[in-house]
């Protein structure tokens, strides 16, 4: 997911108070901004089935791996906690690599193109499980396979999706793929549940009851696959290459309006800048001419090297980490079988039960969309911590006392609560919160390169996670719980220590906080170069235009 997050003034540089202006108000166009524009809102839609995908693969296999056809043709693996957890986890791990390696090839062969091969090498992937023999081996090198697509794809889509979208929606698209990927858990979760009946329960079960599930993840791969043929080319990329011309086409295509109107030439001009930035700045810290391999790569080795960029970057990875580490995944992985060992017998009873984990991750996500730009994100990510390490103390006591057998129903109830609480819980702040702050803690000419490295890490630690909770449960029981809970508190110092907030800021407000003056200097480069290509005075016209529109619409009402 490496959409950008919304701050005041990412659509370009800050130029006279009538710039700065009409950025802001740009900016803050929220859901009202993707509702009035219809063509961004499609895309916006199309993206979502790259969070969907990204969703129905988290979910999907904890509720496989709990079918009686699918444990007694993969016995001896399933009861291994090693294997058991690679067998999840090994997607985690393609994903990391898709994500790292999409980037550059989408720079190379456009970000449209990627997202179709990168679907096609999803579908190889899931076909490989889907036709698995009795061999394991199957699985595994399908779900590394299908995590290469859907790693690449959870980062192309809402990139491709930023890029052609108007600035002012960018902010609701990373709470819009925060919600398509919890639909994406919640549709996986119930598809399995009534595909678990086909044949019987109980050893009498069909193959296909996991054989449709998985399988049902051709048809949005194959949308995307052959949908994405058709799109237009990213604006952005198309500046890349140097295609100026149609890079202003597209954008009025896109925009439904003319070449030579304001808010066209607005843009275009801001993608013309931004380019000019990129390159002027290449020559000028390394001398190149333009932005190529190498260039990224030392951009990369300044990332990790300046203190104030390091410093941002610690603290975007870091909080992709404590959202891992509240132990969302090892709930949505393993929910079937957690309900089961907390009194919930019977798989289908565990998998009911998980199918309503997913309604309340996707319900609760909404209020997190809608009022994602209300609150200051410290107390927020705060309350979830503190109530998200309530719910693992409280499961971990129950189980403690009342398990492992249960005959205590209340207790047992009790602990079915209080992870739904979790969910809630995550679903408002850290669910969409982390990829947020990921993203602004960054400079814009940052942004990109600090979001990939944050995103690596969200699927390196997702893959830690999958890998040591069947181990921990099987071993050190319900103190697994009290593991993820010390993550919690950790994330609760970072909200309230270590975080500084940052909703609301100016870039410039945020170099501040960071004592980063690295910023400046590319804000000064942008500042000249906007100049330069008279973006200060299409911005004037815009402006203008619109004060004398609302002026009109005043005297209307009047
Ligand atoms: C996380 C995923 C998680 C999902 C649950 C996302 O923000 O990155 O790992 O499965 O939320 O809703």
Not at 378 to 402: D, F, R
Not at 500 to 526: C, M, N, T, W, Y
Request: hydrophobic share 45%.
């Amino acid at each position: 997911m490496a959409s950008e997050a919304p701050t005041k003034s990412e659509a370009g540089p800050p130029v006279g108070g009538d710039f700065e202006a009409l950025l802001t108000q740009r900016q803050n166009e929220g859901w009202r901004g993707l509702f009035k524009n219809g063509r961004a809102l499609s895309l916006a839609l199309f993206a979502s089935l790259g969070g969907v995908l990204y969703g129905y693969n988290q979910g999907v296999f904890g509720q496989v791996q709990v079918m009686s056809n699918f444990v007694n043709r993969y016995t001896v693996t399933l009861t291994n906690p090693d294997t058991k957890a690679l067998l999840t986890s090994i997607l985690e791990l393609g994903a990391m690599v898709g994500a790292l390696t999409a980037g550059p090839l989408a720079d190379k062969y456009s970000r449209k193109y990627s997202i179709s091969a990168w679907s096609l090498v999803f579908m190889v992937g899931t076909a490989i499980q889907v036709g698995a023999n009795s061999s394991v081996a199957c699985i595994y090198v399908g779900r590394f396979v299908g995590g290469l697509g859907v790693g690449a794809i959870s980062m192309l889509v809402p990139m491709f999706n930023a890029e052609l979208a108007p600035p002012g929606i960018r902010g609701s698209l990373v709470a819009l793929q925060q919600l398509a990927i919890t639909f994406g858990i919640l549709v996986s979760y119930w598809i399995a549940y009534g595909t678990n009946y086909i044949g019987g329960t109980g050893d009498s079960q069909s193959i296909a009851a996991w054989r449709i599930p998985l399988g049902l993840q051709l048809v949005p791969g194959l949308i995307l696959c052959v949908g994405a043929i058709f799109l237009p080319f990213s604006p952005r990329w198309l500046m890349l290459k140097g295609r100026e011309e149609e890079c202003l086409t597209t954008l009025a295509m896109l925009r439904h309006s003319t070449e030579d109107a304001p808010e066209v030439q607005y843009e275009f001009r801001a993608l013309q800048a931004e380019r000019l930035v990129e390159r002027e700045a290449a020559k000028e810290r390394y001398g190149y001419e333009d932005v190529n391999l190498r260039v990224n790569l030392l951009e990369y080795k300044r990332l990790f090297t300046t203190k104030p960029l390091l410093h941002r970057l610690m603290l975007g990875a870091g909080a992709q980490a404590l959202q891992q580490w509240t132990g969302i995944n090892a709930i949505i992985y393993y929910a079937p079988t957690i309900f089961e060992s907390i009194g919930l017998s019977g798989g289908t009873i565990g998998l009911l039960a998980t199918g309503v984990v997913g309604i309340v991750n996707f319900v609760f996500t909404f209020p997190a969309v809608l009022f994602v730009d209300n609150f200051g994100r410290k107390p927020i990510l705060a309350w979830g911590e503190a109530n998200m390490a309530i719910s693992h103390a409280t499961v971990a006591a129950i189980i403690a006392v009342y398990g492992p057998g249960f005959e205590n129903k209340a207790a047992g109830n009790g602990a079915v609560f209080m992870i739904y609480w979790y969910i809630a819980n995550f679903a408002v702040t850290w669910g969409p919160l982390a990829w947020v702050v990921s993203a602004e803690v960054f400079p814009l000419d940052m942004r990109a390169k600090g979001m990939s490295v944050s995103s690596a890490t969200n699927w390196l630690m997702n893959f830690t996670v999958a890998m040591v909770t069947p181990h921990m449960i099987s071993s050190i029981g319900y103190k697994t719980y009290i593991v993820f809970m010390c993550f919690c508190i950790v994330g609760f110092f970072y909200s309230v220590f270590l975080l500084p907030e940052l909703k609301g800021l100016s870039l410039e407000e945020i170099d501040r906080v960071f004592h980063d003056d690295s910023g400046a200097e590319d804000r000064q480069r942008r500042e000249r170069i906007a100049k330069q290509i008279g973006l200060d005075k299409v911005a004037a016209d815009i402006q203008h235009k619109e004060r004398t529109n609302n002026g009109t619409d005043a005297g209307r009402l009047a």
